[in-house]
Nanobody, 124 residues
């Protein structure tokens, strides 16, 4: 299994951008699908974006479509989440996850490995 470490979170103002990174080690990153999820205080974990092992299949939650972009670099063993036009409602802990089956899925239960999360806070 891969080990995942997120980075890039922080406190920004509404309208700003952030790029989250998810560095993988200990496994064959290029065969895993990668997903991003988030969880705000008092709320359930929410799907954000997912990308298949090849990068050919990508899915977004409606709430982030057009603002967020998921990508991956199979040479650097890293997945990314570019977040633009951030809103206060995007405030949450963001987690990356890996699914050994390789195809993108929006269901958190399908993912085998999780990072520790990175806090994203958007001020209004």
């Amino acid at each position: 299994q891969v080990q995942l470490v997120e980075s890039g979170g922080g406190l920004v103002q509404a309208g700003d951008s952030l790029r989250l990174s998810c560095a993988a080690s200990g496994g064959t990153f290029s065969t895993y699908a990668m997903g991003w999820f988030r969880q705000a205080p008092g709320k359930e974990r929410e799907f954000v974006a997912a990308i298949s092992w090849s990068g050919r299949n990508i899915y977004y939650a409606d709430s982030v479509k057009g603002r967020f972009t998921i990508s991956r670099d199979n040479v650097k063993n890293t997945a990314y989440l570019q977040m633009n036009s951030l809103k206060p409602e995007d405030t949450a802990v963001y987690y990356c996850a890996a699914d050994r089956r390789g195809w993108a899925t929006i269901n958190w239960i399908d993912y085998d490995c999780w990072g520790q999360g990175t806090q994203v806070t958007i001020s209004s």
